[in-house]
């Protein structure tokens, strides 16, 4: 089967508890001893394999699966839901003889922020020569997710995970990338992330973590002073945001994009016309248009049901709008859009329609919601619907 993108990396199955409305804190529900009364499960696969995958299947993108899961019931049951979409999805998923698959507890309501328990299975003995060379021809991009969670990728700097990339920028794929927040209380924890990425990120045309995330991995004393104070997220401001990800181009993705979860997606891109070249002559977009870019696209008003996967299925969205040519300003829109499609269902993927429909909200007048974090020097662009920023050259600053 023809794929325009191979999302390789993380998947487990997701077994998610419907919790009560009335439940704020898990703190105060999960006691020794104690019994809650829950709804019904749902039970879905997970992971950037699945999420992002998935959710590019429902978009209507050609796409190729690449994980990794046990000869088990879990293992089974994963390569079955994908079956249920379409049976070739599963035909790249490798199975390990004898390991026990992964899967993650997740709990989470409009009421309070995830909670995730993972078991990571054979993500942990995923390596490079699981990915094999047949498997990559005539694809455009190659998506990786989660290798923060992934042993074989963490270890060592990042070298097992450099080679892996180097060998199929080599084979000519685009070359996308986003992490989660790796376990501080795990041997992830004690990774030199600065020193993983300016290995890793040279290898990277697209990098799209979350922006707690990335100042995690970038500068965890900063992360760990605004953890102190409250809500990490909504202490940002523009000179943050840009910090971070100027870091992040600096050491070698020439396009970065932070998640802000309810507060839109961030967009930084290199000032280096020739770091651009190569990746925007494989996609067919135009150099000029994306390079040296500060951008930030609101989040557009959903109805809020369960956020598991949004990030990920963010990043379809902003894969998607590349594989159309689209221009940063439209690929950003339509990222925010199918990551609000997300949130409108309990599970990771089904609130997500096709491409045609997505764009169809958002031209049909889509509400945006306001964005909290201080934007000095921002200016705000009414037809457009997005912020550009002071380091913008390729904007209109318009009020």
């Known amino acids: 089967m023809r794929a325009d993108v191979i999302v390789a990396g993380h998947v487990c199955l997701d077994v998610i508890p419907t919790l009560p409305e009335s439940c704020q804190s898990l703190a105060t529900w999960l006691v020794p001893g104690g019994l809650v009364n829950v709804g019904p499960m749902t039970l879905s696969t997970g992971g950037a394999v699945s999420n992002t995958g998935l959710a590019l299947h429902r978009l209507g993108v050609p796409v ?143 990098f799209l973590p979350s922006a707690e995330e990335a100042l995690l991995m970038v500068d965890p004393a900063r992360y760990a002073a605004l953890e102190k104070s409250g809500d990490v997220l909504l202490q940002m401001d523009g000179d943050l945001l840009r910090d971070v990800a100027g870091r992040l181009v600096s050491w070698g993705a020439p396009i970065v994009g932070l998640k802000l979860g309810s507060q839109g997606i961030y967009l930084r891109t290199t000032s280096d016309a020739a770091r651009m070249t190569v990746p925007a002559e494989r996609l067919g977009i135009q150099p000029r248009a994306w390079t040296n870019r500060e951008l930030l696209a609101p989040a557009f008003r959903a109805n809020l049901v369960g956020t598991t996967g949004a990030g990920d299925c963010a990043i379809a969205g902003f894969l998607t709008g590349l594989l159309h040519r689209l221009s940063p300003e439209a690929v950003l829109t339509g990222a925010v859009a199918v990551g609000a499609c997300n949130v409108e269902a309990a599970d990771a993927v089904s609130g997500v329609p096709s491409w045609k429909a997505v764009q169809q909200r958002v031209e049909a007048g889509w509400t945006q919601l306001p964005v909290m974090l201080r934007l000095p020097g921002w200016g705000w662009n009414v037809d457009q619907g997005l912020w550009f920023g002071p380091q913008d050259c390729g904007g209109q600053l318009a009020v």
């Not at 379409?86 to 998923?93: K, R």
Request: net charge negative.
């Open 64 to 206: 190729r699966l690449m994980g990794k899961v046990g000869d088990d019931t879990f293992g089974r049951a994963t390569l079955d839901v994908f079956r249920s979409y379409d049976a070739v999805l599963a035909e790249g998923m490798l199975v390990a003889a004898g390991e026990s698959s992964s899967y993650t507890l997740i709990f989470s309501s409009p009421a309070i922020d995830r909670t995730f328990l993972h078991y990571p299975g054979p993500n942990d003995t995923f390596c490079a020569a699981d990915v094999p060379d047949d498997l990559l021809a005539d694809a455009r991009i190659f998506h990786f997710g989660y290798p923060t969670l992934m042993r074989r990728f963490y270890r060592d700097d990042g070298q097992e995970f450099e080679t892996l990339l180097r060998r199929v920028k080599a084979r000519g794929l685009v070359t996308s990338l986003d992490v989660s927040r790796p376990d501080p209380h795990a041997e992830a924890g004690k990774v030199d992330w600065p020193a993983w990425l300016a290995r890793v990120l040279p290898q990277v045309d697209v």
